[in-house]
């Protein structure tokens, strides 16, 4: 028998073991594993064997993609299931994603074939839960976790929709290495894929993810599927984001959201009105922002706490920000601005586990920043938006009308807003604009 060390990590294999992965880095990520071989067929195919075909043969009028009867996941894969396509859809434990699968296979059996095969749960749980969850399509359940036995069915039954409840039970008889190990899990991936491209059917699979977030086992498997779907969001509440972080069919910008309830996953259609409830009006450090998720604006809102600190070096986190990003707007409120942020601690959270990545939402930031450390807190009904420069300037953003519409229709009055974009703005619309050029514009919003 024949092993190599795999990294866990990234699918890497060494023939020696290693205390840290010689290609992705990570620490105490190599084990062993035997290494599987596939038989291949010695005879060479003669020559004009391959049969390729002309693009302008093939016929896409058919319909390529079928509709998962839930709109914000929908949105997420670029509207709809792409036939032949394998999803891999990953998210912590009690996350929801055996409860939104099943969902799927419930809306998809009402008129085509669904099959679930399950390694995790027994029949009679799933039971349970469909019955729970008021699923009304017929839907097909397997306690299977041979892939060899799985792929034979698929291509015997050829159903419209697959589910692999989860990828680290699988395993494929020729490998000896435990299910859930890099072998087994890229094994069991390829072939899921190679069906699905063949039959033209399409697999979503589970995959379970580690404490840092990434899909447990080898890296590759994100590579070999077409779309990597992530449940994201504070567990201790009830809403979950799903995200995509790849998608071959459709923008990764696209973000849905969902409510868990005792019925199962409910799309959540207006993202805004969740993140904004019970927000406090009149407390010093909160901002409300608009960022562009894909093709919608979804407004949340940045707290930040300013504080003298107790130690030497003064201490900074960020939640739902990015951490350096934050460091250089402080720095730049510091030397462009004059507030006196060096010796004092500065907390930042966005609430509802949303993370706002985009340039746009620095002023929100940067207003929140000032609000606390003068403990003003910001006009009423406010929201900013707006990218911060190096020396201080405040540079138009894309889409400010589509921010501006949302913040609107949420009931907010004023906006703070670059000055290069305000002048697209119809003076007119029922939302007070106050132009930012630099950051010394911040006092403009603040009270008092
Ligand atoms: N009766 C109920 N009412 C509301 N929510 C429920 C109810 N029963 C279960 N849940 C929710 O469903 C979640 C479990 O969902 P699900 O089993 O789909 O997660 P999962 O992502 O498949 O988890 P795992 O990785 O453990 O398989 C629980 O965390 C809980 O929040
Ligand atoms: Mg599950
Ligand atoms: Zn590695």
């Known amino acids: 028998m024949k092993t190599a060390y795999f990294c866990k990590n990234c699918g890497e294999s060494t023939n020696k073991w290693f205390g840290r992965c010689p290609s992705c880095g990570e620490w105490n990520s190599l084990s062993e594993e035997e290494v599987f071989e596939k038989k291949r067929s010695s ?3 003669p020559i004009g064997s391959i ?32 036939k032949g396509s394998a999803v891999l859809i990953g998210g912590e434990p009690g996350a929801g994603k055996s409860t939104l699968l099943l969902q799927v296979c419930g809306n998809v059996s009402k008129d085509k074939k669904a099959v679930y095969f399950t390694g995790e749960e027994s029949i009679v749980q799933i039971k349970m839960r469909a019955n729970r969850l008021g699923i009304e399509g017929d839907i097909e359940v397997a306690n299977e976790t041979d892939i060899e036995l799985i792929i034979e069915h698929i291509i015997k039954s050829k159903p419209s929709f697959v589910v692999i409840d989860s990828i680290q039970t699988m395993s494929h008889s020729q490998i000896s290495s435990s299910p859930g190990s890099v072998t087994q899990v890229r094994e069991c991936s390829s072939m899921l894929m190679y069906v699905a491209k063949q039959e033209n059917i399409p697999v979503f699979i ?147 586990g949303i993370k706002m990545d985009e340039p746009a939402a620095d002023l929100a930031l940067a207003c929140s920043i000032v609000s606390s450390l003068l403990d003003k807190p910001l006009m009423d009904r406010s929201i900013a938006f707006g990218e911060i420069g190096l020396g201080g300037e405040i540079r138009p953003v894309r889409n400010a009308d589509m921010r501006i519409k949302e913040a609107i229709a949420m009931g907010y009055k004023k906006c703070f807003m670059p000055k290069a974009n305000s002048k697209k703005i119809d003076p007119k619309s029922e939302i007070e604009i106050i132009t930012a050029s630099d950051i010394s514009d911040i006092r403009k919003i603040l009270t008092r």
């Not at 043969?57 to 509709?67: K, P």
């Not at 914000?72 to 894969?77: A, G, Q």
């Not at 379970?208 to 449940?231: C, Q, R, T, W």
């Open 51 to 82: 049969q390729s075909v002309s693009l302008d043969n093939i016929d896409v009028n058919e319909e390529h993609r079928i509709s998962t009867g839930i709109g914000e996941l929908d949105r997420v894969l670029g509207g709809g299931i792409v």
């Open 206 to 352: 589970v995959g379970h993810v580690n404490k840092d977030g990434a899909i447990a086992g080898p890296k590759v498997m994100e590579h070999i599927v077409d779309a990597v779907l992530y449940f994201e969001g504070d567990r201790y509440l009830s809403y979950r984001i799903l995200r995509s972080a790849k998608n071959r069919f459709g923008s990764t910008n696209e973000l849905g959201m969902f409510e868990m309830t005792s019925n199962g996953l409910i799309g959540v259609s207006n993202p805004s009105s969740v993140l904004l409830e019970g927000i406090a009006s009149d407390v010093p450090g909160s901002c409300v922002t608009s960022i562009i998720e894909g093709s919608r604006p979804i407004m949340a809102e940045i707290q930040s706490l300013v504080s003298k600190s107790a130690f030497a070096t003064p201490r900074r986190a960020a939640a739902g920000f990015d951490y350096n990003r934050a460091n250089l707007l402080i720095a730049v409120l510091e030397k462009r601005a004059g507030y006196h942020l060096s010796a004092l601690d500065v907390y930042i959270n966005v609430v509802g």
């Open 43 to 45: 005879k060479k195919s």
